[in-house]
């Protein structure tokens, strides 16, 4: 059962950050996060550490799970296409490819059902995230 996942940021921009998500079984989704703006609530990407996740239902997303992190609320992973379907949250993608003129997270909707189908039976797991 999983008990850590790693979210390593390989591309820190101004407006967004791109990572990998990282299981026992190596690289498995991309992310995208708004960039660094000293962990600023609906405005920046989570902090680099260790944080706990937590399974929750979302009124929006249906089953997902919580990242916790201080000073901040309702962080999740979730789907979307660009750093305007954030705030603050960790989006899913397969890949990324020109949306909406950025490079936007592709096929978002089903890097996020593998993300919870390797999570499956797992309601709290740790979240490491360091940038590259």
């Known amino acids: 059962m999983i ?6 940021r390989i591309d820190l921009r101004p407006d967004r950050s791109y990572g990998a998500l990282i299981g026992p079984q190596g690289p498995f989704i991309f992310t995208l996060e708004l960039p660094w703006r000293e962990n600023q609530p609906q405005v920046s990407c989570i902090p680099i550490g260790s944080w706990t996740c937590r399974r929750v239902v979302s009124p929006r997303w249906g089953e997902t799970f919580d ?19 954030t705030l603050g949250c960790v989006l899913t993608a397969r890949t990324f490819d020109p ?6 997270a592709v096929d978002s909707k089903q ?13 709290k797991f740790t979240l490491h995230v360091i940038n590259t």
């Open 67 to 85: 990242i916790k992190v201080p000073g901040r609320s309702l962080i999740r992973f979730h789907w979307g296409n660009t750093e305007d379907d």
């Open 99 to 104: 949306v909406k003129g950025i490079n936007g």
């Open 3 to 8: 008990q850590s996942l790693l979210l390593k």
């Open 111 to 123: 890097a996020f059902g593998e993300l919870m189908a390797t999570l499956k039976g797992v309601d």
